[in-house]
């Protein structure tokens, strides 16, 4: 179990990592797209650090880099296959949103992953191991009709699925007003789900309610629905952002960095963000010397 | 497989072959709707099942999209799930896990990963099941990468396809003509079913190639697959006796990936080919058929690849409309006889 420090340096590490990666969007060393987590560090970090990765399973969608990063650490990995290098975790081929390592995995689509982490419960169950499959839906997701028939699914077979719903309030440039009726904790109520609800940016907060979140899934095997209502300053993908300046800068008041930052020390403070600086800058230069992802070559 | 005095039906085969299946490999897991017994099935193929292992064979909400990815989900974690779709055209709510997951995770992932998962399910018309549950939707998987489909004819050793469906480590899309089920199987026996000469590719999805003559005399080949063998078999029977005209006849099981090795041993002999259908003409089988033969051996055709299918458009119910839509023998010889030459 981590402490506030270590969930510190998590957090803002993704941070840098995906201000990065925007950067080097900018520099033109990244092609294709990416949708960055900047804002919703909290989520990924107070809720994998009780998840075990040598068990538990994770499937993350396209805005995946957060969960990649707490729940694996392989920020190497990462960027050089965000950055179509052969040492990439999946050689190249996936990219930004196609990920798989050990008991991570992500998609592009949404909605399509939210049965397949259904089936990945349903397989653990099986086999006995005990292991909680996590999915992260957001609020746009819940536009997609299949994620209701595994939420049906999940709680009539009572497997151990954690549905995460990041609600960042934007499905792509739409707010959440223009693409959402009713109430989002009651759609995995109506499916005879237990729900939790949680409208925070304190990751210790995220932290002691997934813990008990997750605790519950282990113990019952049954499902449970958490909403986490969140907000990323980042624009979808890269520059496609048309919100409210203002409405952004309310929201910087409770940027989860802050809110963590605070309550440390300011010389420990500054002492992680210049290690994760270092280590930051470690990863890039090293993805920038790995070789080019070429076919028929493997890294 | 045991012979009896009643030739075995198709449901029996892939009945006797799940419950086969399911003694040999504890990781295997049946999923579908309306699977338990005493229903078994709407086509009745799981029968038996459900009472035998209770705790492997799940009855589903109506929900193929999720079943698809359901059961992506367990292939991913090391189980075997054979999915029952209950009438092949509801394939299509399934198709964004086919195109965007299944058929995607193994190559996407750098190889991590394997899919091994069965999609079983019935295809085809001639039940005045109407538009919605008469289709042979196959060519909708044809222009996906990295699955399998396979079909199994009555003259195929149907339990040992779905064998190999269950053993293969890619995603199969196993298609069980609706026909087929109430048939008697008719395997080559002596190498020959009735009168005509068989052989039998050694692929673990063979193709049966047919030859009224010994294979030597034949001047046309005649592609084929799954519920339309019996009636490609007619009209070639009816070519011999009526026009004396001599046809190989080939019986695809491996649809995807496409392999077509028999056919082009057979186009070599005859120069000339006609492919034949259950589903729309456009964009079908014979079209990638036809022009993969064409390339390959466009110096031995004397004429160009002739395809039978439905006319693109709906399949209605009542009897005499889905006759007038779906190919026929006639449709067979008149293609037969399209191609000119030593075969006209």
Request: hydrophobic share 40%; net charge negative; charged share 20%.
């Amino acid at each position: 179990m981590g402490d506030l420090a270590s969930f510190y340096e998590r957090m803002f590490f993704i941070r840098r990592f995906e201000e990065t990666l925007l950067d080097l969007f900018s520099l033109g060393k990244l092609v294709g797209t990416t949708h960055t987590y900047i804002g919703q560090e909290a989520n990924a970090v107070g809720l994998i650090d009780h998840l075990e990765p040598e068990r538990d399973v994770i499937f993350s969608n396209h805005r995946c880099h957060g969960h990649y990063l707490a729940f694996t650490d392989d920020a190497f990995g990462l960027l050089c296959e965000v950055m179509g290098k052969a040492p990439g975790v999946c050689g190249g081929k996936g990219g930004s949103q196609h990920l798989c390592k050990g008991n991570f995995y992500s998609n592009g689509v949404l909605g399509s992953i939210v049965p397949v982490a259904t089936g990945i419960a349903l397989a653990e169950k099986r086999k006995r191991t005990g292991a909680v499959s996590t999915v992260f839906l957001g609020d746009g997701t819940l536009g997609e009709g299949v994620t209701y028939e595994s939420l049906n699914i999940a709680s009539l077979w009572q497997l151990p699925v954690l549905f995460v719903v990041e609600n960042n309030h934007y499905a792509q440039s739409t707010p959440v007003e223009l693409e959402l009726a009713g109430s989002i904790a009651a759609r995995g109520a109506a499916f005879g789900i237990e729900t939790e609800e949680l409208d925070t940016t304190d990751v210790e907060e995220i932290h002691e309610s997934a813990g008990r979140a997750i605790a519950r899934v282990r113990e019952t095997g049954a499902p449970l629905f958490l909403v986490l209502n969140t907000y990323r300053f980042s624009p979808h993908s890269k520059s496609d952002d048309q919100r409210d300046p203002a409405e952004i800068e309310e929201r910087r008041a409770v940027d989860p960095l802050l809110v963590a930052g605070a309550r440390l020390d300011e010389h420990e403070r500054r002492a992680i963000e210049a290690r994760s600086e270092q280590r930051l800058a470690e990863t890039v230069e090293a993805a920038d010397e790995a070789p080019a992802a070429t076919p028929g070559v493997a890294a | 497989m045991t012979t009896t005095a009643q030739p075995q039906r198709g449901v029996q085969a892939l009945n006797e072959a799940l419950h086969a299946i399911f003694a040999a490999r504890d990781d295997v897991v049946l999923l579908g709707e309306d699977v338990l017994d005493p229903y078994g099935g709407a086509f009745k193929v799981t029968a038996g099942l459900s009472d035998a292992y209770p705790d492997r064979v799940l009855t589903t909400p109506i929900s193929e999209a999720s079943l698809f990815g359901v059961a992506a989900g367990m292939a991913l974690r090391g189980q075997r799930p054979i999915v029952e779709i209950m009438f092949g055209d509801f394939v299509a709510l399934g198709l964004d896990q086919v195109v965007n997951g299944i058929s995607k995770f193994r190559e996407m992932y750098d190889d991590q990963v394997t899919v091994p998962l069965v999609v079983r399910t019935p295809m085809g018309a001639r039940r005045g099941y109407g538009p919605t549950h008469s289709q042979s939707l196959e060519k909708l998987l044809l222009g996906v990468p990295n699955i399998c489909v396979v079909a199994c004819s009555e003259c195929h050793d149907v339990g040992a396809l779905l064998t190999a469906a269950v053993d293969d480590e890619r995603p199969v899309f196993f298609v069980e003509n609706k026909l087929l089920y109430g048939r008697p199987l008719r395997r080559p026996e002596d190498g020959h079913v009735g009168e005509l000469a068989v052989r039998e590719s050694g692929a673990p999805y063979p193709a049966l190639s047919f030859s009224g003559t010994g294979f030597a005399e034949d001047t046309a080949t005649i592609v084929t697959y799954g519920g339309m063998l019996p009636l490609v078999l007619d009209a070639a029977t009816e070519l011999i006796l009526e026009h004396e005209i001599f046809c190989e006849v080939i019986a695809l099981s491996q649809l995807v990936p496409m392999e077509l090795e028999a056919v082009l041993e057979s186009v070599a002999r005859t120069g000339a080919l006609v492919t034949a259908e259950e589903g729309t003409l456009t964009g079908g089988l014979g079209a990638e058929i036809a022009a993969r033969v064409q390339a390959a051996a466009w110096g031995e055709l004397r004429a160009p690849v002739q395809r039978v299918a439905a006319r693109d458009g709906i399949i209605p119910s009542a009897r005499a409309l889905e006759d007038e839509m779906l190919p026929s023998v006639q449709d067979v010889v008149d293609a037969v006889h399209a191609l000119g030459g030593d075969s006209a």
